[in-house]
């Protein structure tokens, strides 16, 4: 019989959840509801305040959500598209948090389906990817 190991499922599994989450980034119009909402969300960025006499940095909530998000000091902005970020923060909270902590970065509350305005479901991806 012909066996699947790990590594073979992965090289199935992977390009077919990538093309799953991009369709689903089409559908995302970028409002960052599902991040502010998110229990595990923590991304941020640095801000600084100068003035003449003193400063201070400032630590502002952010989303990876965001076009601004990722782009770099160069002008590059290595994920452009809506569907690049979506597919990045769903593999980052499924994949990619599992591969370094083994364990996912979503603890089930469904906040963010709750708020998502074009009603993108998370679960639904996830639970139907899990049944192959």
């Known amino acids: 019989p012909f066996l699947v190991d790990e590594y073979m499922f992965r090289a199935i ?5 990538i093309l799953a989450l991009a ?3 089409v559908r995302c ?4 509801a599902c ?12 801000q600084d305040e100068v003035k003449a006499a003193d400063g201070k940095r400032l630590r502002n909530w952010d989303s990876c959500m965001y076009p601004m998000f990722t782009k770099e000091t160069s002008g590059h902005n ?3 598209s809506q569907k690049e970020r979506w597919r990045q923060r769903a593999m980052h909270k499924f994949k990619y948090y599992v591969d370094n902590f083994n364990a996912i970065a979503c603890v089930g509350c469904g906040r ?3 708020y998502c305005p074009v009603n993108i479901d998370i679960r ?3 639970q139907d990817i899990s049944t192959l």
């Open 29 to 32: 119009n970028a409002c960052g």
């Open 23 to 25: 369709a689903l980034g």
């Open 112 to 114: 963010c389906v709750m």
């Open 35 to 46: 991040s502010s909402v998110c229990p595990t969300c923590h991304c941020f960025d640095i």
């Open 78 to 80: 290595p994920r452009m």
């Open 124 to 126: 639904k991806i996830v």
């Open 13 to 17: 599994l992977i390009p077919f959840l």
